[in-house]
């Protein structure tokens, strides 16, 4: 599913990754949905750390209308300063242990 903060965050080096695994399309697509869960937890998580209750709600609103609207990263960076830095870093490490759990498996479980 595309989001408003889609633009931070490309998951495709991991999704290739997942090609080299021994596994069927339907379990690879089920993996792909469940990095793809995480990523969005992690940066919901970040938000609503950084907003106030009243911020929270109109985030809520905003993300329920359409969440692949691009001006909801704008109000976000208004409300909670530069987000998307965090964002952003938050994915790259998520990223990272992804690969290497991608490693391990190719590598059989070491």
């Not at 998580?45 to 905003?62: A, G, M, P, V, Y």
Request: glycine share 2%; charged share 35%; no cysteine.
């Amino acid at each position: 599913m595309k989001y408003f903060y889609s633009h931070l965050v490309a998951i495709e080096t991991i999704t290739e990754k997942l090609d080299e695994l021994d596994m069927t399309d339907s379990q690879r697509k089920h993996l792909a949905e469940l990095i793809d869960s995480t990523i969005h937890q992690e940066v919901l998580d970040i938000i609503f750390s950084r907003l106030n209750e009243t911020d929270k709600l109109l985030f809520i609103e905003q993300l329920k209308n359409d969440p692949s609207n691009p001006e909801i990263i704008k109000l976000l960076n208004e409300k909670a300063g530069d987000i998307e830095s965090e964002i952003k870093e938050a994915v790259v490490k998520i990223k990272k242990e992804l690969h290497e759990d991608v490693e391990t498996a190719k590598r059989g479980g070491e």
